[in-house]
């Protein structure tokens, strides 16, 4: 939503309450605002976009309104538009997510509802946590021994956890096994219903492979609950993602938000890797009757 070169000077204030109720984006350039910037701005939990360019504002930006444009704050919104967006459009067909073409098999054979766990949110803590320990207690005695140590962990690193900080993880961590196994359980119960009628019977007795109307519907109705799951899941993914980065210090939820996507990504290209590696084997030892019966190249010998 862009407002700029207004006809009739505005200020600021007599825009927020209404704005804050309609968009996340705040485009007020070129309105000849003037004053300080209003602190209100730092309980807009929606703000994702402020400009206040070509204005006579003056003042300095709260430590609130930073705190609503972190990075962390920005991440989780993303993950909430990409899960609505997910959300419509599972309505119509959402098979696809479940395994989707643009995933390596590694990937696909790793997802759980379209995803991953929730759960695995506290791993990744627990990973980081004891990586960091390990790391500081070498330096320890790297230093124990005289021997000069680069480097500083910061104050709010993952190692610096504290007690309350990791009762809450523990707590999170069981609540969500626990919706997990729910969810579980009621997708097991949708691929059980697929051996059943009308789906199953027409299958044994027909030997057409177009289904009938009533199969049909009985698939629409399977992709509607599987829809339904999917943005049951998505909805405990935001969820848990949320009650972590309010548990954790910003330096930790950034550090946290990082290590997640930075596995997210490594997967990705490894088991691309494995593929093209495996794929690649596979033609070579193809191709080599082709070439005479000459043999296997070293590549292929060594799958």
């Not at 300095?60 to 909430?80: A, C, G, M, R, W």
């Not at 992709?223 to 930790?252: F, N, S, W, Y």
């Amino acid at each position: 939503m862009a407002i700029e070169d207004n006809l009739r000077p505005l200020t600021l204030r007599e825009l927020l309450q209404i704005l804050d109720r309609i968009c996340a984006d705040r485009r007020f350039s070129g309105n000849h605002f003037s004053g300080e910037i209003p602190k209100e701005y730092g309980s807009f939990r929606k703000l994702e976009v402020l400009d206040l360019r070509y204005n006579d504002l003056s003042g300095t930006i709260s430590p609130e309104l930073s705190n609503v444009l972190s990075p962390k704050h920005l991440i989780v919104n993303d993950f909430q538009k990409y899960a609505d967006k997910r959300s419509e459009l599972a309505d119509r067909s959402c098979s696809c997510y479940f395994a989707p073409s643009w995933n390596s098999s590694l990937e696909n054979g790793l997802l759980w509802m379209g995803g991953c766990r929730p759960s695995s949110f506290m791993r990744i803590i627990y990973a980081l946590c004891g990586s960091h320990a390990e790391t500081q207690l070498s330096q320890y005695l790297l230093k124990m021994d005289g021997e000069v140590v680069d480097g500083h962990d910061g104050d709010s690193s993952m190692s610096e956890l504290n007690a309350t900080q990791l009762a809450k993880i523990n707590d999170l961590h069981v609540e969500v096994i626990a919706k997990e196994d729910k969810l579980s359980k009621l997708s097991a119960n949708m691929q059980e219903d697929v051996a059943d009628m009308p789906i199953a019977v027409t299958a044994f007795s027909s030997d057409s492979v177009e289904a009938d109307v009533a199969v049909e519907d009985a698939l629409d109705k399977h992709e509607e609950g599987m829809a339904v799951l999917i943005a049951d899941a998505d909805k405990l993914r935001l969820e848990t993602l949320k009650k972590i980065v309010e548990v954790l210090t910003p330096v930790q939820a950034a550090e946290f938000l990082l290590s997640g996507k930075r596995l997210h990504v490594s997967l990705h290209e490894w088991g691309r890797v494995r593929e093209e590696r495996r794929f690649g084997c596979a033609r070579a030892e193809d191709a080599a009757p082709a070439r005479g019966g000459a043999g296997k190249s070293k590549r292929s010998a060594t799958c």
